[in-house]
């Protein structure tokens, strides 16, 4: 029975892979993986053989369209990404669009992503909040803040470490310098950190501290 597997691996500590998502991962007829490199790691500390494929933001328009027809002949495949959940800032909607469209069945595997975690830690409310993922880099970027500057939910954002303190005193000048925020990083890795405090505060916090690893970052709702 052809079938796309959407598998989430994990965001940093190997433990954190489901026993499920190593049973499909061993099952599958091939494993689409965003960097064979760095997924081959995470496969070999398993003891999972299964062959790989690069399917990545590059090519993920050209050969789409391939790879469902290799799942309507039989084929069964896992699509994972280098870190958490496929899809979610990650290449997989283009995938899963096309098997849907074309009859393939698709299941996504419950595992790791880095949202959840950081929102719950947050200490914000988290019974309703907006996933933002990651703000556009310039056309729109100034729309889009203004826009959220009414949203009155939890806001949900990833940022990296280059680009951390610019995105963090922006919105200290659309949200206010006393708007709650949190931000984590490195989320179960060794050095990881969670900062919580008004915006001016945590923006004090990273100006003489660490900008190392991934960053998401987690803004009060208007109130």
């Known amino acids: 029975m052809s079938k796309l597997y959407l598998v989430p691996t994990p965001i940093g500590n190997l433990g954190d892979i489901t026993l499920r998502a190593i049973e499909v991962l061993n099952d599958v007829d091939l494993i689409l993986a965003e960097d ?4 081959a790691k995470l496969l070999s500390h398993y003891e999972i053989s299964t062959p790989m494929k690069s399917y990545h933001m590059h090519n993920e328009h050209k050969t789409s369209d391939s790879l469902v027809q290799r ?27 096309a098997c849907i469209a074309q009859g393939v069945a698709v299941e996504c595997l419950p595992g790791a992503t ?10 914000l409310p988290n019974d309703r909040f907006v996933f933002e993922g990651f703000l556009p880099v310039k056309k729109g970027r100034q729309t889009r803040l203004e826009l959220l500057s009414e949203e009155t939910r939890t806001m949900v ?33 060794l050095h990881e950190e969670t900062v919580r ?27």
């Open 36 to 39: 064979t490199r760095t997924s």
């Open 114 to 123: 880095a949202l959840i975690p950081a929102l719950v830690n947050s200490g």
């Open 197 to 223: 405090g008004s915006i001016s505060e945590v923006i004090n916090h990273f100006e003489k501290g660490v900008l190392k690893g991934e960053f998401v970052v987690v803004v009060s709702g208007r109130r």
């Open 71 to 97: 799942m309507l002949a039989g084929e069964v495949m896992a699509l994972i990404s280098d870190a958490g959940t496929p899809a979610i800032s990650d290449p997989g909607f283009l995938l899963t669009r």
């Open 157 to 189: 954002f990833y940022e990296s470490p280059h680009k951390l303190l610019k995105t963090l005193k922006q919105f200290a000048e659309v949200f206010g310098e006393e708007r709650p925020m949190s931000v984590s990083r490195e989320i179960t890795k």
